[in-house]
């Protein structure tokens, strides 16, 4: 309550278009990007997989899918961190790789399991989640601390002591 007092007059208004335009964007932009994205990639896997399929060109499935990413990373609101295009395309190229490559038998046996299925896609996400945020976090340590090197020090440095 006090927030939106000190916000002062028309504040609530400003935070509430401002809460209602993020919620947009990641509807629109990032589930539409996610649906678009798997939507390709689902082309692509018909495509090239026996017997094949045509749903949809592949000379039109892979620049929708790379758009599918760039939608979710804009209506995740990280555009610029281009690093969560790894994030957000991992989990479909393992997906179109596991439909694509012949495995070994014992391998399609022990995926016939839902469940390991399921880690086998979520696995890479999370994976390359900690990676990329790792690095901006060590990325932006850096530059904040690079970024305060020019300012005067504290006045106990500046002064002699007697």
Known sequence: MNAVLIAGKGGWQKMLARKLWIAFRFVVFGV???LLLWFSMIALVMEFSPPSEHLMSPYLALPLAFLGALMMLY?????GRWGYLL??????????????IPWPKWFEDSMGNKGSFVLFLALP???????VRRFY??????????????LPGSISEEQPTK
């Open 32 to 34: 539409g990007g996610f």
């Open 75 to 79: 209506g995740a609101g990280e555009w």
């Open 87 to 100: 994030v957000f395309v991992s989990t479909p190229l393992v997906a179109f790789l596991a439909f694509i």
């Open 125 to 131: 996400f999370v994976l390359s989640y900690i990676a």
């Open 137 to 150: 976090r060590r990325r932006d340590a850096r530059n904040n601390s690079t970024a305060h090197e020019d």
